[in-house]
């Protein structure tokens, strides 16, 4: 796409809702964390714990099938309604984080997958019995630069012999089921650098001790997230997603996908922060009077709630045009983009009406202000987001 497809884009029949759409799902979720506190999600943090009756509630009110069809078990629904309720979780003070991922993991299996395979997980995963929430991408030494990945997948007869490590794979030590992503045929022998990778559904509750093991990663944030070690992992060959070599085109294609739902959740944080910040302001009183009488506090709350707005229209935005198979990656990438920094700036300025109570973890703000701060790195970082604008949407030269 460049510059004047994406002009054309905005011509396009596509209709974007405004309010408050989804409302019976909104109100659901609503119920649903008013049973899970602030206390619930310090407690968490103090053990480094995972939410598991945060999920469980959330799987047994079939939010987590929500985009799986019907016919293999799940709700069937638009992407925007999955966005509304991830939306939802946060701007209930709650995390959305520890369940996302297997809205948008699950779509490589649905767009990819054969029909055995759909038939055999999608619904376990529908009916709360399976989990997919890992994803092994990221490596320690290749980052962002996928087509460099080092995990290696060897075909021996019915089985893949799988060697390498991934890092920053969240939810792994809770997840039954792993997205894999591997270098089936060398860098070197390919005629593209993204050719030669595969995509593998691992089964977890096998593997590990059995060629995987699984560590934990202290981080600021209680993201439950790992690295994990694959010394001669096998994997059925009928565990393969789609094609051998093509991995890298289905991991892409659920990627528009990831960016929408993640803006979402931002613009849910950042209406949960912004709410407090506005609440503070009024209730707090120095030198006889409201602070959010003074333009000082005002104006940075002001400005958060429009760039909070803004970024949610490009999130519908993007919505409408991935659920009508129009071309949304420009468009998913800036929601991230703006939702990311959106958020941020709602974090940091209601931060900063508290004063020193912010740092207090009874108020929970502290709490949010760290976990916001990843969505400017992940799951990608603001820079990528340019890069990708600057040459697909500008027409300019690639830079990396």
Same mark, same amino acid.
């Given at each position: 796409?460049?510059?004047?497809?994406?002009?054309?884009?905005?011509?396009?029949?596509?209709?974007?809702?405004?309010?408050?759409?989804?409302?019976?799902?909104?109100?659901?979720?609503?119920?649903?964390?008013?049973?899970?506190?602030?206390?619930?999600?310090?407690?968490?943090?103090?053990?480094?714990?995972?939410?598991?009756?945060?999920?469980?509630?959330?799987?047994?009110?079939?939010?987590?099938?929500?985009?799986?069809?019907?016919?293999?078990?799940?709700?069937?629904?638009?992407?925007?309604?999955?966005?509304?309720?991830?939306?939802?979780?946060?701007?209930?003070?709650?995390?959305?984080?520890?369940?996302?991922?297997?809205?948008?993991?699950?779509?490589?299996?649905?767009?990819?997958?054969?029909?055995?395979?759909?038939?055999?997980?999608?619904?376990?995963?529908?009916?709360?019995?399976?989990?997919?929430?890992?994803?092994?991408?990221?490596?320690?030494?290749?980052?962002?630069?996928?087509?460099?990945?080092?995990?290696?997948?060897?075909?021996?007869?019915?089985?893949?012999?799988?060697?390498?490590?991934?890092?920053?794979?969240?939810?792994?030590?809770?997840?039954?089921?792993?997205?894999?992503?591997?270098?089936?045929?060398?860098?070197?022998?390919?005629?593209?650098?993204?050719?030669?990778?595969?995509?593998?559904?691992?089964?977890?509750?096998?593997?590990?001790?059995?060629?995987?093991?699984?560590?934990?990663?202290?981080?600021?944030?209680?993201?439950?997230?790992?690295?994990?070690?694959?010394?001669?992992?096998?994997?059925?060959?009928?565990?393969?997603?789609?094609?051998?070599?093509?991995?890298?085109?289905?991991?892409?294609?659920?990627?528009?996908?990831?960016?929408?739902?993640? +803006?979402?959740?931002?613009?849910? @944080?950042?209406?949960?922060?912004?709410?407090? *910040?506005? =609440?503070? &302001?009024? #209730?707090?009183? %120095?030198?006889?009077?409201?602070?959010?009488?003074?333009?000082?506090?005002?104006?940075?709350?002001?400005?958060?709630?429009?760039?909070?707005?803004?970024?949610?229209?490009?999130?519908?935005?993007?919505?409408?045009?991935?659920?009508?198979?129009?071309?949304?990656?420009?468009?998913?990438?800036?929601?991230?983009?703006?939702?990311?920094? +959106?958020?941020?700036?709602?974090? @940091?300025?209601?931060?900063?009406?508290?004063? *020193?109570? =912010?740092? &207090?973890? #009874?108020?929970? %703000?502290?709490?949010?202000?760290?976990?916001?701060?990843?969505?400017?790195?992940?799951?990608?970082?603001?820079?990528?987001?340019?890069?990708?604008?600057?040459?697909?949407?500008?027409?300019?030269?690639?830079?990396?």
């Amino acid at each position: 796409m460049n510059y004047h497809d994406a002009a054309q884009t905005a011509d396009m029949e596509v209709t974007v809702a405004l309010g408050e759409d989804f409302s019976d799902l909104r109100n659901t979720v609503r119920q649903i964390c008013k049973g899970f506190p602030g206390e619930y999600w310090r407690k968490l943090d103090d053990q480094s714990a995972y939410p598991t009756e945060f999920v469980a509630a959330l799987t047994e009110a079939g939010f987590l099938g929500a985009l799986i069809p019907e016919e293999y078990g799940g709700s069937g629904l638009p992407l925007r309604a999955a966005a509304v309720i991830l939306e939802e979780i946060n701007a209930n003070g709650c995390s959305a984080s520890p369940a996302h991922a297997q809205m948008y993991i699950m779509g490589t299996l649905l767009r990819h997958g054969n029909e055995t395979q759909k038939r055999t997980y999608l619904p376990e995963i529908a009916a709360g019995r399976l989990r997919l929430q890992a994803f092994g991408v990221t490596e320690p030494n290749t980052g962002s630069d996928t087509t460099q990945l080092k995990t290696r997948a060897e075909r021996q007869g019915d089985v893949y012999v799988v060697n390498g490590q991934k890092v920053w794979t969240s939810r792994a030590l809770h997840s039954d089921l792993m997205l894999l992503l591997a270098r089936t045929s060398p860098v070197d022998q390919v005629k593209r650098r993204t050719d030669g990778l595969s995509v593998f559904l691992v089964d977890l509750r096998e593997a590990k001790g059995n060629g995987v093991e699984i560590r934990p990663i202290k981080a600021m944030v209680n993201h439950n997230t790992t690295e994990v070690f694959i010394e001669n992992l096998k994997v059925p060959a009928a565990n393969l997603i789609g094609e051998e070599g093509k991995g890298f085109r289905y991991i892409l294609d659920g990627m528009n996908a990831e960016r929408i739902l993640v +803006a979402s959740e931002c613009v849910g @944080d950042g209406r949960w922060l912004l709410g407090k *910040g506005v =609440a503070y &302001a009024n #209730e707090r009183r %120095v030198f006889g009077r409201s602070i959010g009488q003074n333009q000082g506090i005002q104006f940075p709350l002001a400005r958060a709630y429009a760039e909070l707005e803004a970024a949610d229209m490009m999130c519908r935005r993007a919505a409408a045009l991935f659920q009508a198979g129009q071309p949304c990656g420009a468009d998913a990438n800036i929601a991230k983009l703006l939702a990311s920094e +959106a958020t941020w700036k709602a974090a @940091d300025t209601t931060f900063q009406t508290h004063g *020193g109570f =912010a740092f &207090a973890q #009874e108020y929970d %703000v502290e709490r949010k202000w760290r976990e916001v701060r990843l969505y400017q790195t992940a799951p990608i970082s603001t820079n990528m987001v340019l890069a990708f604008v600057a040459q697909h949407v500008l027409g300019l030269p690639r830079s990396y």
